[in-house]
Structure formats: C-alpha cells, structure tokens
C-alpha cells in the first residue's frame, strides 16, 4: 500500500488532486443537504401535527431506505458512467426537494419525496467510492478516504446545527429551495471536476464478453464476490463490528441519568465518541501501511472492550474519556474499507460497496434498537457493557478470519 518512491504520503498532494477536490466539495454539500433535508421535514411535520411521535416516526422513514436502495441501486454506479450517475443522482434530488417546498404539499407526499431523496444516496455514494478509488493511487487513496470520513462525522454535525437555524431563520420552504440548491452546486462541481470514464461494467463486457448488465445479475455477482471470498467476508464482519460500540448513541440519555447527570451531560457523552473518530481517523491514516493493517484488528477490539467499564458507571469524565477511545480506536474502519475496496473488482465495485455499506447501516441500527429494548428490562450501563462484550467477541472472529485467509 505504500507509494511508490517510498516516501510518505502527504496531505497536500491528496488536497491537490484535482478530481478528489470536486469529490470532498460534492460530498459535503450532499450530507450538509441530506441533514437539513431531515431537519426542515421534522420541523414541517411537528408545525403541521403537533406530535413528537409523527414527527420522531417520519424523521426515521429516512434511514430505512438505505436497507433497499442500497443492494438495488448501487450497482448502476457499475452499469453507467459513473460521473453520470453522480450527477443525475444530484439532480433528481435537486428536483424532489424542490418539489418538497411547495407551500401546503400534503405531508405523506413530503415523506414519499424524502424517502426518494434518501434511496439516491445509494448510487450517488457507491459512483463516489468508486471513483475516489480510481482518482486516487497506492497510500493516497488511503489517506483520501480517512479526509473523507472525517469530512462526514463534520458536516453531519454542521448540517444538523446550521439546519435548525436555517429553518428558524427561514422558514421550512425557504431552508429546503436551499437544501435543493446544495445538490445543484453539487452537480455542477461533479461534471466540471471529475474527469469522465467509460461504465465500469460496459468496459469489461466489452473485453470479456460478459453478459448483459441486469439488476439481478448485479445483485448476485455482488452477493457472490462479498460472501465467497474470504478476505471480503472478514472485512465486512469488523466492519459491522460497530453494532456494538454505536449503541452509546441510543442509551446517552438515560446512562447521563443513570450515573447522576443531567441533560447538559447528554451533548458531552454523544460528542465524545464522533470526536474520537475523527482524531482517530487522521492518525491511523497516518500510521505505516504495513503497521496499520496489523492493527486493524486489535483496535476493533479495542473500540468494544473499553465500553466494558461502562458496566461500574464511572463518571462523567471518565465515561467521555472512554467513550472518546473508542471512537478513537474505530478508526481502524478506514483500514478495512480501503483494503475491500481493493480486493473487489472495479465493475463490480459499485454493487459490493452498496452491499456492504448495507450491512454497515443495518448492524448499526439494529444494535441501537436491540440495545434500547434491552434497556428496558436492565440498565443502560449493563447493556452499554454487554454490548462491549459482544463486540470483543465478533472482533475477535472476524480478525482471526482475517488472518487465516491471508496466510493459506
């Protein structure tokens, strides 16, 4: 994975990547979009109904799309061009949202339309992952990536807070036009930005005489390559490995109460562990090639095992110390998505990054809704722990799996 001429690799020359430039603005300007999007909805929705519980039932209609517009989707970043793709995606959104802030649109079409806002992601970010892979070479790539999610744990955070402000300061119509106007912008740095290149799937068809490309073959080659090949299927397992230490999102709340604090506390404790990531991203970006692949496995179990203490209920300090390491320690993700970008052929590489990035958001909200039920019958400190626990344990397979397919 080093660069060839065997130096390190420096940010600027990522930063100065010309293609990688229009990639970060483009991506930024979407979750920015994607997070107001939400906020401007939930807003409309309580404006209009009164009720936390529609507005909390509609503000998670946004996550479920992902579960099917990811294996469906992602694989026409394979079968088009994928700036193309790109930029299409921008400007569907572009148009749906801009449809969303019609005055007195009823409010099941405003949901249907965000839901489809949602569903564009997928294609929009498996055309993206495949193309920073190809517009970026040897370590460069690597660091490219760990920019990138550190660019996603920011904007996340800056579209939630710059969202209610535009939506108080505005107006719910005029926040989303807004909204509409970052997937434009979008589109327009996409097609200027990024260089064109043949469909990936096309190409090799071409070459090779492959079949013609289909949904459901692009599903099933995609389900073949990730669950038949070894290598892949290690990956994907410590990557879902965050089931388990993303639960400290969902049981903030009453652990704060639990060991005594207030609401005050709550923003400290779910800002510890995104801020973790982000210093831990940079850093094992940074780290050896050689060096960082070998810990990819001992930091996954260390993302888990530190929530083990959680379990005497420390404080407040020392709980966001903790909670810090472990977002700290799963930096270790930017390792294991590089490393699955590689092994997966190109032509396929959209339709594999959807499956995975499925299996991700799934494992994720599973472990938070499974880990609020359990909450209910015991403390949130115990299941915190528990959840820890199991973590360690699914780490533990899936690195020795790992190790065992690199060494036959």
């Known amino acids: 994975m080093a660069e060839a001429g065997g130096g390190p690799v420096r940010l600027r020359a990522v930063l100065a990547n010309r293609e990688f430039q229009a990639l970060f603005a483009a991506q930024l300007l979407s979750v920015v979009g994607d997070q107001l999007a939400r906020v401007a909805l939930s807003v409309l929705v309580y404006q209009r109904t009164a009720s936390a519980g529609w507005t909390a039932v509609t503000y998670g209609l946004t996550y479920l799309p992902d579960l099917v517009s990811g294996p469906l989707l992602s694989g026409l970043a394979d079968r088009y061009p994928r700036r193309a793709v790109m930029v299409a995606t921008d400007l569907a959104r572009a148009a749906l949202v801009g449809v969303m802030a019609v005055p007195d649109l009823p409010l099941w079409v405003a949901a249907v339309l965000l839901v489809l806002v949602q569903a564009l992601g997928a294609p929009h970010g498996a055309a993206r992952g495949a193309t920073l892979a190809a517009a970026l070479t040897g370590d460069r790539y690597v660091l490219g990536v760990a920019v990138q999610d550190v660019v996603v744990q920011s904007s996340q955070v800056l579209g939630f807070a710059t ?28 097609r200027l930005g990024v260089r064109a290149r043949p469909a990936a799937h096309l190409a090799t068809a071409t070459s090779t005489g492959a079949a013609a490309w289909s949904w459901w073959n692009s599903l099933r080659t995609g389900l073949r390559l990730v669950l038949g090949d070894r290598r892949l299927r290690a990956l994907l397992g410590l990557a879902c490995v965050a089931g388990c230490y993303v639960v400290v999102e969902g049981l903030a709340v009453p652990y704060a109460d639990e060991i005594g604090e207030g609401t005050a506390a709550v923003g400290l404790l779910l800002a510890a562990n995104p801020a973790g990531t982000v210093v831990g991203t940079v850093l094992v970006a940074r780290l050896d090639p050689r060096l960082r692949v070998r810990l990819m496995g001992p930091l996954a179990v260390a993302a888990c095992a530190v929530l083990l203490l959680c379990a005497a209920r420390p404080g407040l300090v020392l709980t966001v110390v903790l909670w810090a390491l472990s977002g700290a320690a799963s930096g270790y993700h930017v390792v294991a998505r590089t490393l699955f970008v590689r092994l997966v052929p190109d032509e396929h590489r959209g339709q594999c990054l959807g499956l995975a990035a499925t299996a991700l958001r799934t494992a994720q909200g599973g472990g938070i809704v499974l880990a609020g039920l359990a909450a209910t019958a015991t403390s949130a400190a115990f299941v915190i722990a528990a959840a820890g626990g199991l973590g360690v344990l699914g780490a533990l397979l899936a690195t020795s799996a790992w190790r065992r397919a690199n060494s036959s």
């Open 163 to 190: 969202g209610g402000l535009v939506v108080a300061g505005l107006g719910v119509g005029e926040g989303l036009l807004l909204d509409a106007g970052t997937f434009l912008v979008s589109a327009v740095l996409v």
